[in-house]
């Protein structure tokens, strides 16, 4: 049988997983230094909990999972044969694997609203599941990291969200560009072309503006019935001029006609555009009100992230993060009146980013400091007497297995990276002495073999 | 609809994240120490590389996940009305869920063979799932922590994982009990009653022995067709006298009559004590030649930890830590030749053992260090401005997202257990000065606000 794993999925070498826990740990940091308490959800999720949640591309891409003993059973008194393929899975399949962090998150808090405390800020570093063709950096298997805050309607959340997506890249030193609009715009610009009551249609198209462009999403929309006056109503407003952030606001609200929803909209951007000044962000917050994402649960604003091409060489043109705020997520689960706003880091890009522009920090990966020549069972007993020493001193270190060949331990010890090798030969034990070899350096020191943890703790 | 989450499954919230990163990262540091390297495999495997790893039992509680697309495309030219349960499964299914992490590190091993260097020591930290009846201590998602060598016979990587558990078992404070047996020695007693033929039937049976006593045994032997005089021949030499490791093994030897198997099993365990002894374990070691461990695939010592009832107070029979020697798990995936022994950490039954125990060490949560109380929208800014030096220090810090009731504010700050909350009100802005209440001794101080930062630095 040859080996092999699921088209989209992983496996990460002990080299990756240092790089992968540098970028873990640098978010995690962020996360706790703005009072963001950890959670984990569970990975099978009743199937309801799931469907219908991130529309019909969704549902189609969520995993399913087979019932459990003989799902011919499940399907007794059934006419199979009449059954179409979407009513046979929901009969063999109760359970699904998380599709995002957020929606569990929601379900959670329904769940537990009696132990905690609102606002509640958390954050969850999970892996999510997608039946999603695998292609370049997209994956059926990758991890979210996400931070949300529920139970609070203030924009300084926002404001600390954003602020908190710039802490993060400037520790990973990747310029990017932080993207915000407001879903009440695109309402009140959507309202204005007399298309409102199909925005989730509307929105699914002008979430690929940017991909595809304005031809492509014209003739998607004029498929979907909506006529050429609406769409140039549309597409109308969707370029703002103005240099920074509050200039491109203030133009924007020159631009799209009164109505409440454009007035929401652009006094809660003017604030966190205020909060944001005070709160020192160094990389480029930009107003688009084109950015629609994709995902239906959106209600206020939304931030997508990007890398600053302007700044170094990335190739890299896809949302690295991204957010915004849900007014109704916890009403699925009997909760309503609780707003919630969150933003999510994309792991698996970004570290596709920091392997691109050469960001990883050296010297990264877990080692043995210190490595003992295996010179036979005899000297195997002292070696692991020292070790236990070194142990307890905290020094990782390890004896060789087996008795064989220098060459062969030697070369272990390169490929390892270990810092230290330990010589107890011959001539060694006679003199009650070890050699110790610096790997790196090359070179030798004969000690007394009463002094090797005092050695290695300098 | 009703929040909720499938039978056997959990979520965790903020406390109990923090005690389980306790034992994850006490567990890690010992993995690390001794030169474990971290991987992880993908969580979605191909079916094939799990089904009948497990034996039967383990094939029925694997977690299968539909085909994506529409099912009944797989089903086409199929007579549906024809065919078992299972053949409708594995037609409809061709990727199912990590059940253990050993199977799936063979596959690794196998797939990676030419980027490893042999012997190659990793460890692994992942969940699992089992589609096994839930109750209390079984979940059908839980965590396992294995450390396994790769690619050397030598006992010396025995020596070093008994010592390994020793080590995690002494700084989670758990006193505990480590049995350990050897296959060939089971397969010499088999042998010596005529079963050998049989060896894997026998073996699920001896395991249940301690959980279930020798007459439902024998009645479970009797019944897959053993003689009573088989049987006799089997449970006689299931007892051992002696105190020590070192003297069960020699009890042991006289006992069970000479053959191969025999005598490579006791010349193994023999070498191990003597490891063992070099490197000062400090719980209980103890030989048990009834120790049988389920799994199919191990070959030679195996090695199971309890709790050691008569030094503390639990109540937990099950095993906690486990593990053993297998020689040919990489042949199934084109890689023979190759040996390899591991250990496993139930972490979800430690954490129950610990929990019970009240061994968690106090102060374990995150939490925050400082809270601003909100005194509206002018005052917000400095706020920020003060957070984000706070921050650039490394201090943990966030301001009360509201303009609410100080008591809201103050009650929020309690349960979450913060430090240290700053108030800038009008009387401290007066004086430029802000004042700080110490949350555990109750005691406030009056500062001028731009040392704030200093402050909390000492």
Request: glycine share 6%.
């Amino acid at each position: 049988m040859k080996p092999n794993i699921p088209k989209g999925t992983r496996d990460f070498l002990p080299e990756e997983m240092a790089k992968r826990t540098y970028l873990f740990e640098t978010i995690k940091h962020v996360f706790r230094l703005y009072g963001y308490l950890p959670v984990e959800t569970t990975s099978i999720e009743n199937i309801d909990t799931l469907m219908g949640k991130y529309g019909e591309e969704g549902d189609r891409l969520i995993f399913k999972i087979l019932n459990s003993g003989d799902i011919l059973a499940d399907l007794k008194d059934k006419d199979i044969n009449t059954l179409t393929g979407k009513e046979l899975s929901r009969l063999i399949s109760e359970k699904a694997l998380r599709y995002d962090l957020t929606v569990p998150f929601a379900r959670f808090v329904a769940m537990n609203r009696n132990e905690l405390t609102f606002p509640f800020k958390r954050y969850q570093i999970q892996p999510v599941w997608r039946a999603d063709r695998p292609q370049k950096g997209r994956y059926r298997e990758f991890y979210q990291c996400d931070a949300d805050v529920i139970g609070s309607t203030s924009l300084l959340n926002e404001v600390e969200l954003i602020k908190m997506i710039d802490d993060v890249f400037v520790k990973l030193k990747i310029p990017v560009i932080i993207k915000i609009n407001h879903r009440k715009l695109l309402m009140a610009i959507a309202e204005n072309a007399g298309i409102l009551s199909n925005f989730t249609e509307v929105i699914t198209s002008i979430d690929k503006i940017e991909k595809n462009g304005y031809s492509a999403v014209k003739e998607e929309l004029i498929s979907k019935g909506f006529t050429d006056i609406q769409i140039f109503n549309l597409f109308n407003l969707f370029t703002v001029g103005g240099d920074s952030f509050d200039e491109q606001i203030a133009q924007a609200s020159l631009q799209i006609p009164n109505n409440n929803l454009k007035l929401e909209g652009i006094r809660e951007l003017e604030l966190i555009a205020e909060g944001l000044k005070h709160s020192r962000i160094s990389n480029t917050t930009s107003f688009d009100v084109k950015l629609a994402r994709g995902l239906n649960y959106y209600t206020g604003t939304i931030i997508e992230v990007k890398v600053d091409s302007t700044k170094c060489k990335s190739q890299f043109n896809n949302s690295i993060a991204g957010g915004g705020r849900y007014d109704n997520l916890t009403d699925l689960f009997g909760l309503p009146g609780v707003s919630g706003v969150g933003i999510s880091f994309g792991a698996d890009r970004i570290y596709d980013v920091l392997k691109e522009l050469n960001l990883f920090p050296a010297g990264l990966s877990v080692c043995t400091q210190v490595m003992f020549i295996n010179f036979g069972k005899e000297r195997e007993k002292k070696c692991l007497e020292w070790i236990d020493a070194l142990h307890k001193a905290g020094i990782s270190a390890e004896l060789y297995p087996d008795n064989v060949k220098f060459k062969k331990q030697m070369g272990y010890a390169d490929a390892k990276k270990v810092a230290f090798v330990v010589f107890a030969g011959d001539d060694e034990v006679a003199k009650n002495a070890v050699k110790i070899k610096n790997m790196v350096s090359g070179e030798e020191n004969e000690i007394k073999d009463n002094q090797i943890t005092d050695y290695f703790l300098k």
